[in-house]
């Protein structure tokens, strides 16, 4: 008979941090160059005359954010993109002007001012999307669907954790 002293859970934990310590800068700099990539002006450029858009190329993040996440105030907005309050409002105001967008009171907080995207940000939208499909057949025309597959799902498995509010160290 074999008492288990639960060392061996500790030991494994400890290979698979050691692991993970080890991988972690591999990681971070895929990251990184993946984040250096997308923020290109070039990228975005190409994005825009793919879907045949006239569009600054700073209002078309947001155009996409209230799309998928609207109506979103303007502040949260802000918050999603890194940018300051009143550059966001700022921005918002000329996707109203260009009637991609509509701005109302919100619905749980009339003081908060929600941007909803209107049938013309959504055909942009639209546009957009297809734009970007086009990029990507292009981009994974090579992998396997199996490893289009598995990248999806640790794509959203990781992107669902990094979501999480931040814990602190143990």
Do not use: C
């Amino acid at each position: 008979m074999h008492l288990s002293t639960g060392d061996e859970r500790v030991s494994t934990k400890n290979v698979h941090d050691a692991h993970i310590k080890a991988s972690l800068p591999e990681l971070h700099r895929a990251l990184l160059d993946i984040v250096i990539v997308m923020n290109r002006p070039e990228r975005d450029v190409a994005l825009l005359e793919m879907a045949g858009l006239k569009l600054e190329r700073a209002l078309f993040p947001l155009l996409v954010l209230v799309e998928r996440m609207g109506p979103i105030g303007v502040g949260d907005l802000a918050g999603r993109v890194g940018r300051d309050y009143t550059t966001v409002s700022r921005q918002v105001a000329r996707l109203e002007e260009l009637g991609l967008v509509d701005r109302r009171a919100g619905s749980a907080d009339k003081r908060v001012r929600e941007a909803i995207i209107t049938p013309r940000g959504k055909a942009a939208t639209d546009a957009l999307d297809a734009a970007r499909e086009e990029m990507a057949l292009t981009l994974f025309r090579d992998w396997t669907l199996k490893d289009f597959n598995e990248l999806v799902r640790l794509m959203r498995r990781l992107a669902d954790v990094m979501s999480e509010e931040p814990t602190a160290a143990p």
